[in-house]
């Protein structure tokens, strides 16, 4: 079982910056991609950004140029630096990982969510 701990999350005006944090804790074999999903009323969920345990990241055309992924292994800590925000990022913004517990079964787990709102 793997808890996922997320801050930083906020009301900001367009063109301000805000960065995500989310922490790991709890019993997992090995963690694979950590990284961030968002999601709005009536849209299903997209990926906004993935790290490897390999250190390589993948970001959605709507992202990137502006924000930028981090991930520590050490602390099983991942970041998200949101530069230039625009109103249509405005979401909640879902931390997650998936790996593998020491029975060898795939898991994914979810953070709760932290609500980013960027007014104009």
């Known amino acids: 079982q793997v808890q996922l701990v997320e801050s930083g999350g906020g009301l900001v005006q367009a063109g301000e910056s805000l960065r995500l944090s989310c922490a790991a804790s709890?019993?997992?074999?090995?963690?694979?991609?950590m990284g961030w999903y968002r999601q709005t009323p009536g849209k299903q969920r997209e990926l906004v950004a993935v790290a490897t345990s390999g250190g390589s990241t993948h970001y959605a055309d709507s992202v990137k140029g502006r924000f930028t992924i981090s991930r520590d292994n050490a602390k099983s800590t991942v970041h998200l630096q949101m530069n230039s925000l625009k109103p249509e990022d405005t979401a909640v913004y879902y931390c997650?990982?998936?790996?593998?517990?020491?029975?060898?079964?795939?898991?994914?787990?979810w953070g709760q969510g932290t609500q980013v709102t960027v007014s104009s």
């Open positions: 997650y990982a998936d790996g593998r517990d020491v029975s060898m079964k795939i898991i994914v787990s």
């Open positions: 709890g019993t997992i074999f090995s963690i694979d991609d």
